[in-house]
């Protein structure tokens, strides 16, 4: 009995001794391979419908297994990236892709960008309207271009010639967006509405609820290399070609394999004033702020300048930060090992 005890207060005190640094790194957070997010707004449980929020959570879980699959086959994280917002654009739950909004004219103008943090190779588009998978276009033009940048129909005759999937205009078109830009323009025809806004509408049989938002992914793959996207249909009756912060490089989408990999998703005008995506990583590198912190202080700075949104960052050590400053951000996270986490609500 006295060995035992005396084993049992060795062990306590060897605990007691531990450096806290080891102690915390005992605590360190489990590593995180991807991260997607599918915009941020005024979402409120109260206003959720029990098969609304399951429809979230189904294409959420879905982006994040596609993404996942990519990186666990030893895809690069760029195909990660690609793959997870693919699912995210195919629905129409989210303004990107299939469930983008109208603009003042009645079209659907998309946008998106891709950037590769082992390279600081980029590719985005803007203002295109018949090519299925915006992300992809984007990635087309980092790929298969000298350029960083294309928009209207000379990106869409580019994305067609490389072989990216056409489609008619018609194919974006959804009841309840319609129905949005409606109302907007019986409301007032010169006011613009972020798709997150508090009003509602109804989508298909079972939705009540137009606060969707950009989607957007970071990944880190096995090979310590770092990438991230983001993809829109931009604001409700925008007009004269408006162009937000999501094909932006440093404004919605950054990623460096030095430190971080950030989506941003909100307001466009201020994450475009902020440079929002770049200054995360700028915190970082220069002054030495931890992630939470960094990517904190940038949506506080937003919130100063009157904008709303959030982000979603991946440093190079699988360490995540989702800040926010709406009601709400649809978000989800998988691990190393494979879980799927995903959340709605503050």
């Given at each position: 009995m006295k060995i035992r005890s005396l084993l049992a207060v060795l062990s306590i005190v060897g605990i007691m001794m531990l450096p806290q640094d080891?102690?915390?790194?005992?605590?360190?957070?489990?590593?995180?391979?991807?991260?997607?997010?599918?915009?941020?707004?005024?979402?409120?449980?109260?206003?959720?419908?029990?098969?609304?929020?399951?429809?979230?959570?189904s294409v959420l879980t879905q982006s994040l297994e596609a993404g996942y699959a990519q990186l666990k086959a030893g895809k690069a994280s760029l195909?990660?990236?690609?793959?997870?917002?693919?699912?995210?654009?195919?629905?129409?739950?989210?303004?990107?892709?299939?469930?983008?909004?109208?603009?003042?004219?009645?079209?659907?103008?998309?946008?998106?960008?891709?950037?590769?943090?082992?390279?600081?190779?980029?590719?985005?588009?803007?203002?295109?309207?018949?090519?299925?998978?915006?992300?992809?276009?984007?990635?087309?033009?980092?790929?298969?271009?000298?350029?960083?940048?294309?928009?209207?129909?000379?990106?869409?005759?580019?994305?067609?010639?490389?072989?990216?999937?056409?489609?008619?205009?018609?194919?974006?078109?959804?009841?309840?967006?319609?129905?949005?830009?409606?109302?907007?323009?019986?409301?007032?025809?010169?006011?613009?509405?972020?798709?997150?806004?508090?009003?509602?509408?109804?989508?298909?049989?079972?939705?009540?609820?137009?606060?969707?938002?950009?989607?957007?992914?970071?990944?880190?793959?096995?090979?310590?290399?770092?990438?991230?996207?983001?993809?829109?249909?931009?604001?409700?009756?925008?007009?004269?070609?408006?162009?937000?912060?999501?094909?932006?490089?440093?404004?919605?989408?950054?990623?460096?394999?030095?430190?971080?990999?950030?989506?941003?998703?909100?307001?466009?005008?201020?994450?475009?004033?902020?440079?929002?995506?770049?200054?995360?990583?700028?915190?970082?590198?220069?002054?030495?702020?931890?992630?939470?912190?960094?990517?904190?202080?940038?949506?506080?700075?937003?919130?100063?300048?009157?904008?709303?949104?959030?982000?979603?960052?991946?440093?190079?050590?699988?360490?995540?930060?989702?800040?926010?400053?709406?009601?709400?951000?649809?978000?989800?996270?998988?691990?190393?090992?494979?879980?799927i986490k995903v959340e709605i609500y503050k």
């Amino acid at each position: 009995m006295k060995i035992r005890s005396l084993l049992a207060v060795l062990s306590i005190v060897g605990i007691m001794m531990l450096p806290q640094d080891s102690a915390a790194q005992q605590k360190k957070n489990t590593k995180y391979v991807l991260v997607i997010h599918g915009g941020a707004g005024t979402i409120l449980k109260k206003n959720m419908t029990d098969s609304l929020e399951k429809a979230y959570i189904s294409v959420l879980t879905q982006s994040l297994e596609a993404g996942y699959a990519q990186l666990k086959a030893g895809k690069a994280s760029l195909d990660a990236v690609e793959a997870a917002i693919h699912v995210m654009e195919d629905s129409p739950l989210f303004n990107a892709g299939k469930g983008a909004v109208f603009t003042h004219d009645g079209k659907n103008e998309l946008d998106a960008s891709i950037m590769d943090g082992k390279t600081l190779k980029a590719g985005a588009v803007a203002g295109i309207g018949t090519i299925k998978n915006p992300i992809s276009a984007a990635r087309a033009v980092m790929d298969q271009s000298e350029h960083v940048m294309m928009v209207g129909k000379g990106a869409e005759d580019f994305a067609q010639r490389v072989g990216l999937t056409v489609v008619d205009p018609s194919y974006f078109w959804t009841q309840f967006r319609w129905d949005a830009l409606q109302r907007l323009l019986k409301e007032d025809s010169e006011k613009t509405q972020l798709d997150h806004s508090g009003k509602q509408t109804s989508i298909a049989p079972f939705v009540k609820d137009d606060k969707f938002g950009t989607v957007g992914c970071v990944a880190l793959d096995k090979q310590g290399n770092l990438a991230a996207g983001t993809s829109t249909g931009g604001m409700t009756n925008k007009k004269f070609g408006r162009v937000g912060d999501s094909p932006i490089i440093g404004a919605g989408t950054y990623a460096d394999n030095t430190n971080v990999a950030i989506s941003c998703t909100g307001w466009g005008e201020f994450f475009i004033r902020a440079n929002a995506a770049y200054d995360v990583a700028a915190r970082m590198k220069y002054g030495k702020t931890p992630l939470k912190k960094a990517a904190a202080q940038v949506i506080e700075r937003i919130g100063e300048m009157g904008g709303d949104g959030g982000l979603i960052a991946l440093d190079k050590n699988g360490q995540v930060a989702m800040p926010f400053n709406t009601e709400g951000m649809y978000r989800g996270t998988v691990t190393e090992d494979g879980k799927i986490k995903v959340e709605i609500y503050k």
